[in-house]
């Protein structure tokens, strides 16, 4: 079983930054692509950025130019570098992964962290 976990979210005023970092765990023979997504309450989940084991990215064009994915597929991490965050961008973030693990084929989800921006 892949496990997920999330850290570095938090209170910040806008304009201020945050990273969040999520770590792998469990037997993976391969990760796959790796990303952020977030739901605020009464809307649906949307995707942040996501980034594919080659390095190709994709962002939110809410987030584009402020928001930067990266990952360390050593320690089978990924991280979102957040700034000039806007009062928009409070939810509850969420980290998911797919690949290969000794089970099979796995496609993991966080159990999320919150990020709220007050203005």
């Known amino acids: 079983q892949v496990q997920l976990v999330e850290s570095g979210g938090g209170l910040v005023q806008a304009g201020g930054s945050l990273r969040l970092s999520c770590a792998a765990s469990g037997t993976i023979f391969r990760l796959d692509d790796m990303g952020w997504y977030r739901q605020a309450p009464g809307k649906q989940r949307e995707l942040v950025a996501r980034m594919t084991r080659g390095g190709s990215t994709t962002y939110a064009d809410s987030v584009k130019g402020r928001d930067t994915i990266s990952r360390d597929n050593a320690k089978k991490t990924v991280y979102l570098q957040m700034n000039s965050l806007k009062p928009e961008d409070a939810a509850v973030y969420y980290c998911?992964?797919?690949?290969?693990?000794?089970?099979?084929?796995?496609?993991?989800w966080g159990q999320g962290t919150q990020v709220t921006v007050s203005s």
């Open positions: 998911n992964a797919q690949g290969i693990s000794v089970r099979g084929p796995f496609d993991s």
